[in-house]
């Protein structure tokens, strides 16, 4: 099993990046799937989560209007597009994928067994 994101980099603030997540050793299919994030000095935290079906997303207040997470079963795929960076959106970035309802994301201990190592996200003033 694995879990590959790409897409981080170093941007302005005000600027837009998309991170993508190709998964291989298990079909995406029937799971959630989620973007956490860590900035230095604090814990990880779920950013977005979407369902396996019905396209119902759980977004964190302060992305809910410039993040959209969205999935493509048939690439395995997860994808993150930030727009309108901000400073505290920097961070290590991982994927995830559980078999655990979507909307606990933010909640659930350990909610996903499988992980990606991570892409970095800066934004610059």
């Known amino acids: 099993v694995q879990l590959v994101e790409s897409g981080g980099g170093l941007v302005q603030v005000g600027e837009s990046l998309t991170l993508s997540c190709v998964v291989s050793g298990f079909s995406l299919e029937g799971y959630a799937v989620a973007w956490f994030r860590q900035a230095p000095g604090r814990e990880r935290e779920a950013v977005s989560c979407l369902s396996s079906r019905n396209h119902r997303i759980w977004a964190k207040d302060s992305v809910k209007d410039r993040f959209t997470i969205s999935r493509d079963d048939a690439k395995n795929t997860i994808y993150l597009r930030m727009n309108s960076l901000k400073v505290e959106d920097t961070g290590v970035y991982y994927c995830?994928?559980?078999?655990?309802?979507?909307?606990?994301?933010?909640?659930?201990?350990?909610?996903?067994?499988?992980w990606g190592q991570g892409t970095q996200v800066t934004v610059s003033s």
């Open positions: 995830a994928a559980s078999a655990v309802q979507y909307y606990v994301c933010s909640t659930y201990p350990n909610w996903s067994e499988h």
